[in-house]
């Protein structure tokens, strides 16, 4: 199984309340980019985001680490969340329906009769893939500063939504709500065979680890 | 032998897949009906029966309650919602929003039933109200974007389709979400989330039978395809004789499963 998170990780070693934090804070924004794309007055974004995901997802067992944290955790979690948030709304700004944007959009594809399996999530996907032209974008966010790895995991993007619809996307972005930078990159099939070397490479990593 | 085709879901396919579809349908006559209808009085049950192309999927087995939720909803309004952008030229976002404005002033009427849409939208937080829109606008705007090309005038389905098997309390229910007019009879689209498993045949299949008992004159669609943007795949069955008495034998599997299944719990 492979996902855009596969291809970001970095073999540095997390702290393990951090990792859950951080995760915990990636979902947050998530959501509330969701409710920002669909121009939802956000007041409380820490708040406003956990009725969000508990409404979407009750059972995810990370609300329920979230339920249980001490005071200290959650004030400096609903501070990071803010500030994420602030970042991103600045960044951002409204996106206007005539773009047909779409969030969460999933990606599913099986290769080698099924034996591997690619899974995608990108946040937005703005355009249309009924023109003669490629015209759509993709853009992902995350509350990790740009690296290596987000670069990576643009080109997964391009090659799953080229995989799903048989047309090639125009761009595909990644914005950090940590530092506010958006790095984007056009598609052409340098960037598709790329994305091509870095899953095999992964695949080939994870059969000389097991 | 029932056949079951799979294209990449482009344009060019979907095109090829509508103009290819066979002119000569399978006709279910009234002999077909009783035959039908007595075999499934022949599973006996205690409560009144609802099968449906799910059901069929999972072979009978029970399913968890249904409970609404964002991913639930999204069909119901980004259909609803299609359906005004057709008619009106209005924004997805806006006709999204429109939609559940209405559900919510239906409820305010006291016009929903506990345990409808309407019921449960008017009590989720506004947080959540967002979430249910931004699954609605991907369900509608997914929708616009496949159909949009499509060789032959469409509409949105404005139900489901239905058929009672007489004496047997028996419902049966097709999916449908967008329906091709052509001259030689209807081709049916449904569109699916996720990614199609061995069971996606049988499942299209029963929506054929359904359809197809549901029409005045049991003429089946030309063909019945079923998309999974989200794998890029579409599915195709065609309205020929095997795949509805095909799609007529899972129904009454899944029956006898179902009743199966029912004895177990109540032993």
């Given at each position: 199984m492979i996902s855009s998170a596969t291809l970001r990780a970095t073999r540095r070693t997390l702290d393990l309340s951090d990792a859950t934090m951080g995760r915990a804070r990636g979902v947050m924004i998530s959501t509330l980019f969701r409710l920002l794309v669909a121009q939802v007055h956000v007041d409380d974004p820490f708040a406003d985001a956990i009725a969000a995901w508990r409404g979407e997802?009750?059972?995810?067992?990370l609300l329920e680490v979230l339920a249980h944290l001490d005071a200290d955790q959650t004030a400096r979690l609903r501070a990071d969340v803010a500030s994420h948030f602030a970042t991103l709304a600045r960044g951002v700004g409204p996106i206007p329906s005539s773009w047909r944007p779409r969030t969460s959009q999933r990606a599913l594809q099986l290769l080698g009769g099924g034996r591997v399996c690619l899974r995608d999530v990108v946040d937005l996907v703005v355009g249309t893939?009924?023109?003669?032209f490629a015209n759509v974008a993709l853009v992902d966010v995350t509350t990790s500063p740009l690296g290596a790895g987000a670069e990576r995991v643009m080109r997964y993007h391009a090659l799953l939504q080229t995989l799903r619809t048989s047309v090639v996307p125009l761009r595909t972005s990644m914005f950090s709500s940590a530092t506010g930078e958006l790095w984007t990159l056009d598609v052409d099939t340098e960037l598709l065979m790329r994305a091509v070397d870095d899953v095999a490479a992964t695949l080939a990593h994870h059969r000389d680890a097991s | 032998m029932s056949s079951l085709v799979q294209r990449r879901l482009t344009s060019r396919d979907i095109t090829e897949l509508v103009d290819d579809a066979p002119h000569d349908v399978a006709q279910m006559s009234e002999e077909h009906r009783a035959s039908l209808a007595s075999r499934f009085r022949?599973?006996?049950?205690i409560e009144h029966r609802r099968l449906d192309a799910w059901m069929v999927e999972q072979a009978g087995r029970p399913h968890t309650a249904f409970a609404w939720s964002p991913a639930t909803a999204r069909r119901i309004l980004g259909t609803n919602a299609l359906r005004r952008v057709l008619a009106t030229s209005d924004t997805i976002l806006n006709a999204v929003r429109d939609e559940v404005a209405d559900q919510l002033v239906r409820t305010v009427k006291g016009y929903a039933r506990p345990g409808s849409l309407g019921h449960w939208l008017a009590g989720v937080s506004h947080p959540v109200l967002g979430l249910i829109t931004s699954e609605a606008v991907n369900w509608a705007t997914q929708a616009l974007d496949l159909v949009e090309g499509l060789p032959a005038p469409w509409r949105v389905a404005t139900s489901d389709v239905y058929y009672d098997v007489a004496g047997a309390r028996t419902t049966l229910r097709g999916r449908r979400d967008v329906l091709l007019d052509t001259t030689d009879g209807a081709i049916i689209l449904r569109l699916r989330s996720g990614q199609p498993g061995k069971s996606a045949g049988p499942g299209l299949r029963s929506d054929l039978v359904v359809a197809t008992l549901a029409h005045p004159e049991g003429l089946a669609p030309r063909r019945y395809l079923g998309l999974w943007p989200d794998a890029g795949l579409v599915l195709a069955v065609d309205g020929t004789m095997d795949n509805v008495r095909a799609g007529a034998r899972d129904f009454i599997r899944s029956a006898v499963a179902q009743r199966r299944h029912a004895l177990v719990r109540a032993a």
């Amino acid at each position: 199984m492979i996902s855009s998170a596969t291809l970001r990780a970095t073999r540095r070693t997390l702290d393990l309340s951090d990792a859950t934090m951080g995760r915990a804070r990636g979902v947050m924004i998530s959501t509330l980019f969701r409710l920002l794309v669909a121009q939802v007055h956000v007041d409380d974004p820490f708040a406003d985001a956990i009725a969000a995901w508990r409404g979407e997802r009750p059972d995810d067992e990370l609300l329920e680490v979230l339920a249980h944290l001490d005071a200290d955790q959650t004030a400096r979690l609903r501070a990071d969340v803010a500030s994420h948030f602030a970042t991103l709304a600045r960044g951002v700004g409204p996106i206007p329906s005539s773009w047909r944007p779409r969030t969460s959009q999933r990606a599913l594809q099986l290769l080698g009769g099924g034996r591997v399996c690619l899974r995608d999530v990108v946040d937005l996907v703005v355009g249309t893939t009924n023109h003669e032209f490629a015209n759509v974008a993709l853009v992902d966010v995350t509350t990790s500063p740009l690296g290596a790895g987000a670069e990576r995991v643009m080109r997964y993007h391009a090659l799953l939504q080229t995989l799903r619809t048989s047309v090639v996307p125009l761009r595909t972005s990644m914005f950090s709500s940590a530092t506010g930078e958006l790095w984007t990159l056009d598609v052409d099939t340098e960037l598709l065979m790329r994305a091509v070397d870095d899953v095999a490479a992964t695949l080939a990593h994870h059969r000389d680890a097991s | 032998m029932s056949s079951l085709v799979q294209r990449r879901l482009t344009s060019r396919d979907i095109t090829e897949l509508v103009d290819d579809a066979p002119h000569d349908v399978a006709q279910m006559s009234e002999e077909h009906r009783a035959s039908l209808a007595s075999r499934f009085r022949a599973v006996p049950v205690i409560e009144h029966r609802r099968l449906d192309a799910w059901m069929v999927e999972q072979a009978g087995r029970p399913h968890t309650a249904f409970a609404w939720s964002p991913a639930t909803a999204r069909r119901i309004l980004g259909t609803n919602a299609l359906r005004r952008v057709l008619a009106t030229s209005d924004t997805i976002l806006n006709a999204v929003r429109d939609e559940v404005a209405d559900q919510l002033v239906r409820t305010v009427k006291g016009y929903a039933r506990p345990g409808s849409l309407g019921h449960w939208l008017a009590g989720v937080s506004h947080p959540v109200l967002g979430l249910i829109t931004s699954e609605a606008v991907n369900w509608a705007t997914q929708a616009l974007d496949l159909v949009e090309g499509l060789p032959a005038p469409w509409r949105v389905a404005t139900s489901d389709v239905y058929y009672d098997v007489a004496g047997a309390r028996t419902t049966l229910r097709g999916r449908r979400d967008v329906l091709l007019d052509t001259t030689d009879g209807a081709i049916i689209l449904r569109l699916r989330s996720g990614q199609p498993g061995k069971s996606a045949g049988p499942g299209l299949r029963s929506d054929l039978v359904v359809a197809t008992l549901a029409h005045p004159e049991g003429l089946a669609p030309r063909r019945y395809l079923g998309l999974w943007p989200d794998a890029g795949l579409v599915l195709a069955v065609d309205g020929t004789m095997d795949n509805v008495r095909a799609g007529a034998r899972d129904f009454i599997r899944s029956a006898v499963a179902q009743r199966r299944h029912a004895l177990v719990r109540a032993a």
